[in-house]
C-alpha cells in the first residue's frame, strides 16, 4: 500500500493534535488510519475524534460546511462563501465529535450520498443510511445547523457515498453555494410532534380505564371497566 494523502488536525492554538493517513492499493479498499499524540508517545489506536480546520472555523465569521471526511472538506475550499470542517473517524464517530467551540456558528452539514441495502437487497430509509445518521446526530448537538439533502444527480457521478468532490463535479462552486443557501434543499423530518399529554385529566377514568376486583391463584386479574363491562 501507498500513502495516497495526509491531513494534520490542530487543535485551537494551531498545535497538531492528530494525523490522518490514507493508504490505497489499486484494486483494494482504502485503508485510513489516524496517528496521534497522548502527551508521553505517538499512537493510532484509539484515537480521540477531533475537528478538521479548527482554528479557521473559530477565527471565521463565515458559515461552515461540515463535511463527512477531511478530503470533502479540502474541496469544499472552492466555496469562498463558506469555511468547511469535518471530524475524524467517519460516520461512525459523528456522535462523539465535540462541536462546542463552534456551537455559536451558522452551519450546513454535508452528508454523505450513502445508497445502502438490507439484507433482501432493498434500499434503506433515508434516516437509516450512514450518511444521514452522522448528520442528523451532529444537527442534534447544533439544533440551528442545517443538514442539505444531496443534489439528486449526484448519483450519476458516484452511486454510492457521494460527497463535495462530486458536488463540484457535478456544479461550480456558485452554483454549489445557492444549492446549499436554498431552504427547499434543507432536510425536514417527516415524524409528526407527539401530542402534548394533559397535566391534570378531568376524571380518574382518564388514566385508570379500569376498576382491580381482585387477582385470582392463577395470576389472572379481575376487573370491571370504567363502561361497568
Same mark, same amino acid.
Given at each position: 500500500?501507498? $500513502?495516497?494523502?495526509?491531513?494534520?488536525?490542530?487543535?485551537?492554538?494551531?498545535?497538531?493534535?492528530?494525523?490522518? *493517513?490514507?493508504?490505497?492499493?489499486?484494486?483494494?479498499?482504502?485503508?485510513?488510519?489516524?496517528?496521534?499524540? /497522548?502527551?508521553?508517545?505517538?499512537? #493510532?489506536?484509539?484515537?480521540? *475524534?477531533?475537528? @478538521?480546520?479548527?482554528?479557521?472555523?473559530?477565527?471565521?465569521?463565515?458559515?461552515?460546511? $461540515? +463535511?463527512?471526511?477531511?478530503?470533502?472538506?479540502?474541496?469544499?475550499?472552492?466555496?469562498?462563501?463558506?469555511?468547511?470542517?469535518?471530524?475524524?473517524?467517519?460516520?461512525?464517530?459523528?456522535?462523539?465529535?465535540?462541536?462546542?467551540?463552534?456551537?455559536?456558528?451558522?452551519? @450546513?452539514?454535508?452528508?454523505?450520498?450513502?445508497?445502502?441495502?438490507?439484507?433482501?437487497?432493498?434500499?434503506?430509509?433515508?434516516?437509516?443510511?450512514?450518511?444521514?445518521?452522522?448528520?442528523?446526530? $451532529?444537527?442534534?448537538?447544533?439544533?440551528?445547523?442545517?443538514?442539505?439533502?444531496?443534489?439528486? /444527480?449526484?448519483?450519476?457521478?458516484?452511486?454510492?457515498?457521494?460527497?463535495? =468532490?462530486?458536488?463540484?463535479?457535478?456544479?461550480?462552486?456558485?452554483? =454549489?453555494?445557492?444549492?446549499?443557501?436554498?431552504?427547499?434543499?434543507?432536510?425536514?423530518?417527516?415524524?409528526?410532534?407527539?401530542?402534548?399529554?394533559?397535566?391534570?385529566?378531568?376524571?380518574?377514568? /382518564?388514566?385508570?380505564?379500569?376498576? $382491580?376486583?381482585?387477582?385470582?391463584?392463577?395470576?389472572?386479574? +379481575? #376487573? *370491571?371497566?370504567?363502561?361497568?363491562?
Amino acid at each position: 500500500m501507498q $500513502i495516497k494523502q495526509t491531513w494534520k488536525y490542530l487543535d485551537q492554538d494551531g498545535r497538531i493534535i492528530a494525523l490522518d *493517513v490514507r493508504l490505497e492499493k489499486e484494486g483494494e479498499r482504502k485503508v485510513p488510519l489516524t496517528f496521534w499524540y /497522548d502527551g508521553r508517545s505517538l499512537r #493510532f489506536a484509539k484515537a480521540p *475524534v477531533c475537528i @478538521y480546520n479548527l482554528p479557521d472555523a473559530m477565527a471565521t465569521d463565515k458559515p461552515l460546511i $461540515i +463535511n463527512e471526511g477531511a478530503k470533502p472538506a479540502d474541496a469544499a475550499k472552492a466555496l469562498t462563501e463558506f469555511t468547511p470542517v469535518s471530524w475524524s473517524g467517519g460516520a461512525n464517530k459523528a456522535n462523539k465529535a465535540d462541536w462546542s467551540a463552534l456551537k455559536n456558528k451558522e452551519g @450546513y452539514i454535508i452528508p454523505d450520498d450513502d445508497h445502502k441495502t438490507n439484507s433482501i437487497g432493498r434500499e434503506l430509509p433515508l434516516e437509516q443510511q450512514p450518511g444521514m445518521k452522522a448528520a442528523l446526530q $451532529i444537527q442534534h448537538k447544533n439544533k440551528h445547523w442545517k443538514i442539505v439533502l444531496p443534489p439528486p /444527480d449526484l448519483v450519476s457521478i458516484k452511486n454510492d457515498g457521494g460527497d463535495m =468532490v462530486e458536488w463540484l463535479q457535478l456544479m461550480n462552486p456558485h452554483e =454549489v453555494t445557492e444549492y446549499i443557501l436554498n431552504p427547499e434543499n434543507h432536510y425536514k423530518s417527516e415524524k409528526s410532534e407527539i401530542p402534548a399529554i394533559p397535566s391534570e385529566p378531568k376524571t380518574l377514568s /382518564d388514566i385508570r380505564p379500569f376498576k $382491580i376486583l381482585g387477582i385470582d391463584s392463577d395470576g389472572k386479574a +379481575n #376487573f *370491571v371497566t370504567h363502561n361497568g363491562r
